[in-house]
């Protein structure tokens, strides 16, 4: 970062240092600042022309600064340099050396000249009239008969020639000429060329035109239509403005009515349609500007009475096409701008037997607000309400309204069997349009456990669900239903268990002497089926549990089938056998016995797989193999335990010597 930093510092410097020999040499070239009379002349400090002391011979001594002369005048108080009023101005000779020539321009071609010479002469203009452009031409002349200052008179040849002489003192004079600098006079004559060169450059500068743009007129508006604003209109009217300006042009023209704008794009003509309408009879007022590009504006108002819209009529207490279970008060209002001329209201009825009735509104109210009627419908059947009104200027306004009363509400019928019932699952294969019935439009909403549910979507989820119908006719009127049901889609529980130690019966199982069991389901509400044990289906069953004591020795096979009242179904098979009583031996032997079945694939289903006195001969010997290992590892063990307690003190009496 710090290096970026110095080589910006450095191109910054180099660049400073580029625009300063620049404005050196451009300043050295040009001496006189132009430009400034727009602000407040040139006014600017000239050097004396001569230097006291000098002992440089005037031909060579540099160019003095030419003071020409200064124009003052006010800035432009209009935009776009325009100025309201011719301003004031003043012209002030500054130099000996020249004559300051001018000439006054007017708008009308008209010129005044002049010529100011001398010390501190000017010239004043003020109280200038007339729109249009005023220019000044102003130059500087050099003086014929005043001393020149500035070098060699222009247009006079300088004399670098000496006068004539004989040849002889020519020749006699030569090597003079050469010692007393006959190169210098040659340089002389071309110094002075230059310097008359350098101030032809500036006289010419100094010829200069100032223009001043005077526009103090105002643009003048015309209305083009409506012609007379004076009459009401019954519809909008389109307004057609112009507008002329001589002076700068028109910068902008616009108009406004009723909060909207409008401009014109060409700055010559302007049209718009004005809706807005007349209130409590004042006029709508429509506002038109134009200004010019030097800053002039003028403003016109103009106002339009315009009634276009009809009387106000309005039925409340009804809405269109409206169907009610209540009794109903229709309200007629009648309101205009100006002037009712005549209002009426008509009730047409049709009663739910077909006879049809007029009805026509007689008394009216004064209000503040207009009109006012009022009527009460309190018969069922269909009712049409005609209002209408015109006003003093001819506008017909007309309002209807259609109501219908209905006080009876829907008939709603859902489909049977769904409350309190227990199923797998629930679909409603009915519309739900087709639950309800009554004699405008019905609407119904149908909710599952609060949310909303819709025909043909199968319920499945486990547990209690309420089912809720919602019908709304069109009159509002409501009714309601509600129904509750089960799903449950979990097959039931069969349970086997041991009747003295309440203990699951599971399969394979070995029983000593008997087996006393039960079967039943885990809900009470469940029921058992069908039981068989080993093959034989069973009968003995009380409030739904079987009970049954196995006393024979062998093998058995159990199975159960249970239903719910959803309809679920679960099976449960399991295999178990009843042995004699064991001898102290068998007792003895039985692990042995249950390892070698182990590993010999036995796993006491079916019956036995070796005879009794064979397990019990191999039982007694892998027990007895058994007990000798396990000693044998224990003397090991031990033998192992004193020769490392030998060996740790061996270690430590070496340690120590």
């Excluded at 000017?122 to 102003?138: A, E, R």
């Excluded at 009159?475 to 449950?488: K, L, M, P, Y």
Aim: hydrophobic share 35%; with cysteine.
């Amino acid at each position: 970062m710090d290096r970026k930093m110095k080589m910006l510092l450095i191109f910054l410097t180099i660049c400073v240092i580029c625009c300063c020999k620049y404005g050196y040499a451009h300043s050295m070239r040009n001496v006189v600042a132009a430009d400034n009379e727009e602000a407040a002349g040139i006014d600017e400090e000239i050097p004396d022309d001569d230097k006291a002391g000098s002992d440089v011979p005037p031909d060579l001594q540099p160019t003095p600064e030419i003071k020409g002369y200064r124009v003052q005048y006010e800035k432009a108080e209009g935009e776009n340099g325009y100025y309201l009023h011719m301003p004031q101005i003043m012209l002030f000779h500054q130099d000996l050396g020249f004559e300051t020539h001018y000439c006054l321009v007017y708008p009308d071609g008209r010129k005044e000249e002049g010529v100011l010479k001398g010390e501190e002469s000017s010239k004043k203009w003020s109280g200038l009239d007339g729109d249009g452009i005023w220019k000044l031409q102003v130059e500087l002349v050099p003086c014929e008969t005043a001393e020149w200052p500035y070098g060699m008179p222009l247009g006079i040849p300088c004399e670098t020639d000496s006068p004539e002489k004989d040849e002889g003192e020519g020749e006699e004079n030569g090597k003079e000429n050469e010692s007393t600098g006959g190169d210098e006079e040659q340089v002389l004559v071309k110094d002075t060329e230059n310097q008359q060169e350098d101030v032809m450059q500036k006289i010419v500068m100094w010829k200069k035109e100032y223009c001043w743009k005077v526009d103090g007129t105002v643009p003048v508006l015309q209305v083009v239509s409506p012609k007379n604003t004076e009459v009401w209109y019954q519809k909008a009217i389109t307004v057609k403005l112009a507008v002329f300006d001589e002076g700068s042009g028109i910068k902008s023209f616009e108009a406004s009515c009723g909060g909207k704008k409008y401009s014109s794009k060409s700055k010559k003509d302007l049209s718009f349609l004005v809706q807005e309408e007349s209130r409590n009879g004042q006029p709508v007022n429509v506002s038109i500007k134009a200004v010019d590009l030097a800053g002039n504006s003028v403003q016109k108002n103009m106002k339009l009475y315009i009634d276009r819209t009809g009387p106000q009529v309005t039925i409340s207490g009804v809405g269109e096409y409206q169907i009610s279970n209540k009794t109903i008060k229709a309200i007629f209002s009648v309101k205009d701008n100006n002037k009712l001329l005549g209002t009426e209201a008509i009730l047409e009825q049709t009663l739910p037997d077909g006879e049809k009735k007029t009805h026509t509104v007689d008394t009216w109210a004064d209000t503040s607000k207009g009109k006012r009627a009022e009527i009460t419908l309190e018969q069922d059947g269909i009712y049409k309400l005609i209002l209408v009104a015109t006003d003093i200027v001819g506008n017909t306004s007309t309002m209807d309204r259609q109501v219908i009363i209905d006080q009876t509400p829907p008939a709603l019928c859902l489909p049977e069997g769904i409350a309190g019932s227990v199923r797998r699952e629930f679909n409603l294969e009915k519309e739900l349009d087709k639950l309800a019935t009554d004699f405008t439009t019905v609407s119904i909403q149908a909710e599952l456990d609060g949310k909303l549910f819709y025909p043909g979507k199968a319920v499945k989820r486990e547990g209690k669900h309420t089912l809720f119908f919602k019908a709304v006719d069109a009159a509002g009127n409501i009714s309601e239903q509600r129904a509750e049901f089960r799903i449950d889609r979990t097959a039931p529980v069969i349970q086997i268990i041991e009747t003295g130690t309440k203990k699951e019966v599971s399969d394979g199982d070995i029983y000593e002497e008997e087996l006393q069991l039960q079967i039943m389901t885990e809900d009470s509400a469940d029921q058992l089926r069908t039981i068989w044990v080993n093959g034989v289906r069973q009968k003995k069953m009380r409030n739904g549990v079987f009970s049954n004591t196995l006393k024979e020795p062998g093998p058995y096979e159990i199975q159960a089938e249970a239903c719910d009242a959803a309809g679920n179904i679960s099976n449960k098979m399991i295999s178990i056998q009843v042995t004699d009583a064991k001898t102290t031996l068998d007792k003895l032997s039985d692990p042995a016995m249950n390892l070698f079945q182990r590993f010999s694939g036995s796993s006491g289903k079916g019956g036995r797989k070796a005879e009794a006195g064979v397990s019990q001969v191999v039982a007694v010997g892998i027990l007895v193999f058994g007990i000798l290992t396990a000693g044998c590892a224990i003397v090991v063990v031990r033998l192992k335990k004193c020769l490392n307690r030998e060996e740790e003190e061996r270690y430590e009496t070496e340690s120590y010597k």
